[in-house]
T-cell receptor, first 112, second 112 residues
Framework: EAGVTQSPTHLIKTRGQQVTLRCSPI?????VYWYQQALGLGLQFLLW???????NRGNFPPRFSGRQFPNYSSELNVNALELEDSALYLC???????????FGQGTRLTVV | EDQVTQSPEALRLQEGESSSLNCSYT??????LFWYRQDPGKGPEFLFT???AGEEKEKERLKATLTKKESFLHITAPKPEDSATYLC?????????????FGKGTLLTVNP
């Protein structure tokens, strides 16, 4: 069974640009979560989507946004990139809201 | 605000030297606690879910336990391949307030 897949694996962007990261959940999973893991800060909760709706978001500015498609895949958009947005962006999915989440390998974003 | 604190931040063991990692938490409405293992540059790998005080789970050399305020990950006779960062996450809240909050992790190094 395929796990959570994320694309691209690595990305280099210039400050001020916009980026879109993609995530395909495990088949049958309807909840998708996005986390940011910057160096030394641990995993910070970004967004939670379930059944196509945004259910909750963490303490991030509005330039971080996303959506979930009818097939439950998801994308994370970051506008007006800043240097401190450089991080590993992780997507996870779960079968139901309160069950364990399984993570993808992440997208390493570097902003220069 | 939900808080998860892991200790120690780093732990160095000799192969075969057993030890424990600690995860203490302050949350309202705990629904579950998860342990993950993360290798450098990779996404977290799910290990265990614990739902109630007194519960224990085992997998190979790892055993996770849960009390009302903390969880322990016991590592028995570790091997070099157990070297990784171990993350604890608590699942709290309900409805739109639900989220998974991670600790900063314990970096475990097992020397041969």
């Amino acid at each position: 069974e395929a796990g959570v897949t994320q694309s691209p694996t690595h990305l280099i962007k210039t400050r001020g640009q916009q980026v879109t990261l993609r995530c395909s959940p495990i088949s049958g999973h309807t909840s998708v979560y996005w986390y940011q893991q910057a160096l030394g800060l641990g995993l910070q909760f970004l967004l939670w989507y379930d059944e196509g709706e945004e259910r909750n978001r963490g303490n991030f500015p509005p330039r971080f946004s996303g959506r979930q498609f009818p097939n439950y895949s998801s994308e994370l958009n970051v506008n007006a990139l800043e240097l401190e947005d450089s991080a590993l962006y992780l997507c996870a999915s779960s079968l139901f809201t309160y069950t364990e989440a399984f993570f993808g390998q992440g997208t390493r974003l570097t902003v220069v | 605000e939900d808080q998860v604190t892991q200790s120690p931040e780093a732990l160095r063991l000799q192969e075969g030297e057993s030890s424990s990692l600690n995860c203490s938490y302050t949350v309202s409405g705990l629904r579950g606690l998860f342990w993950y293992r993360q290798d450098p540059g990779k996404g977290p790998e799910f290990l265990f879910t614990l739902y109630s005080a007194g519960e224990e789970k085992e997998k190979e050399r790892l055993k996770a336990t849960l009390t009302k305020k903390e969880s322990f990950l016991h590592i028995t006779a570790p091997k070099p391949e157990d070297s990784a960062t171990y993350l604890c996450a608590v699942q709290a809240g309900g409805g739109s307030n639900y989220k998974l909050t991670f600790g900063k992790g314990t970096l475990l190094t097992v020397n041969p």
